[in-house]
């Protein structure tokens, strides 16, 4: 199999990238020069990940179909996950697919491509701490989902314990450990709202952040609010604290043992180790080195996303961000429209920084817009920034979906939401 394009990963950047240059040439040429890969058959926004595990999002409602959007948008989608590259013949090799008994269904595959994107994305990194390996990820909707299903559990065992209590604790203080335990305030509220008084329970959470403060990349007065928001809520903000090694039952640290039914890793970010054996330059992260084009060391290979490592500026990469990869899919995609017309962009790719948002409940946010364009950062909090976070989502599935359908899925959660409720509890 031979495509002009080929693009591995389905995530905001890749999704957006095939979506693109699906549409622009066409329901004739598209689905021939455009294949998107990904281990998945269905997409969810990254960013959401901890609303699926909290239950306040339910991913078979929310979840898109990849051969779906590839016939909306004019690319074709094969389902597999990337097991070998040979960048200088121009040839991806994919695993083969099988069934939960181990039988075959899909025999390994070969594809050669003329461009390749690379765009799988990153995972955590555990810093090579003990027992770290058994704490709850979230990387993939499967991790999602396999945390919500213990979630299930823990409320129920708590409901009925005799103490009462419930702890979770979260290992990170960036944009996903401080979003997740908010997500699960609120979803416990929304349980306490559905128990008899006699199975009422407290559930305590506490993040823990190696750092001297929570959401270190973003500016000092977005932290110091946001930590304010979790105290009042009852979270317990533990900074200066570094994780020591991780225990079924409880965080071992610097400030001491912290006790918890749930643990969840969401700090630091690290690609696969299978990476390095691509044939491409990488870096101690294991993204991929690329240069002010998102070129890679390969010729006709590019990356983009978190898996990609993109000067920035003094010396800075630019950051793992949703709004990065979508400004890279829209630069690639005028790269790649280009050498399909024997041309060339010959402007290097340039991150803006608009800004960056934090969601602290159903009402609730807090945020810095206009970052790093020249100016002061304007601050907003509240339901304000709760509705510019809501629209961040909406907009990726504008890209992918467009105006309409965009609208009548948000409506479609909406009615959905005020019949089952906002909280699945199954």
């Not at 979506?19 to 040429?29: I, T, V």
């Not at 069934?99 to 990153?122: H, M, N, Q």
């Amino acid at each position: 199999m031979h495509y002009d394009i080929v693009i591995v990963g389905g995530g905001a950047g890749g999704l957006e990238l095939a979506a693109q240059l699906g549409r622009k040439l066409g329901r004739r040429e598209g689905k021939e020069r455009v294949l998107l890969i990904d281990r998945s058959g269905f997409h969810i926004w990254k960013p959401s990940l901890h609303e699926v595990a909290a239950g306040t999002l339910d991913v078979h409602q929310e979840g898109l179909s990849y051969p779906i959007l590839g016939r909306a948008n004019h690319f074709s989608f094969h389902l597999g996950e990337l097991s070998g590259l040979d960048p200088v013949a121009k040839r991806l090799t994919l695993k083969a697919i099988t069934s939960k008994d181990g039988a075959v269904l899909v025999p390994e595959r070969s594809i050669t491509f003329t461009w390749g994107v690379i765009a799988i994305g990153s995972g955590s990194n555990l810093f090579g701490t003990p027992g770290a390996q058994t704490a709850h990820l979230l990387e993939r909707t499967e991790d999602a989902e396999a945390f919500h299903t213990r979630l299930l559990a823990a409320f129920m065992k708590a409901s009925f314990a005799p103490e009462r209590t419930m702890g979770v604790a979260i290992v990170g203080g960036g944009a996903t450990g401080v979003e997740l335990s908010a997500e699960l305030l609120e979803a416990h509220r929304e349980l306490l709202e559905s128990l008899g008084v006699e199975q009422r329970f407290r559930l305590d959470i506490t993040i823990v952040e190696a750092a001297p403060r929570i959401l270190g990349g973003l500016p000092e007065k977005t932290s110091a609010q946001a930590t304010v928001a979790l105290e009042r809520k009852g979270v317990r903000v533990r900074t200066g604290a570094k994780v020591i090694a991780v225990h079924p039952d409880r965080l071992e640290t610097s400030v001491g043992d912290i006790p918890a039914d749930l643990i969840v890793w969401a700090a630091g970010v690290k690609a696969a180790d299978s990476n390095v054996e691509l044939g491409l330059e990488t870096n101690r992260l294991n993204q991929f080195v690329v240069n002010d084009r998102l070129e890679t060391s390969a010729p006709g290979v590019w990356a983009l996303g978190d898996c990609a490592a993109c000067p920035w500026k003094d010396g800075k990469l630019v950051p793992a961000r949703a709004q990065a990869a979508h400004q890279q899919a829209s630069y690639l995609a005028k790269v790649l429209l280009a050498r399909l017309r024997q041309a060339r962009v010959e402007e290097p790719y340039v991150y803006k920084d608009f800004g960056s948002l934090v969601s602290l409940g159903e009402n609730k946010g807090v945020g810095a817009l206009m970052g790093g364009l020249g100016g002061p950062n304007f601050f907003i909090e509240g339901l304000v920034a709760k509705w510019f976070y809501v629209s961040l989502h909406l907009a990726h599935h504008k890209a992918i979906l467009g105006v309409g359908k965009t609208i009548t899925l948000a409506l479609a959660r909406l009615l959905q939401q005020r019949v089952a409720g906002r909280l699945k509890l199954h």
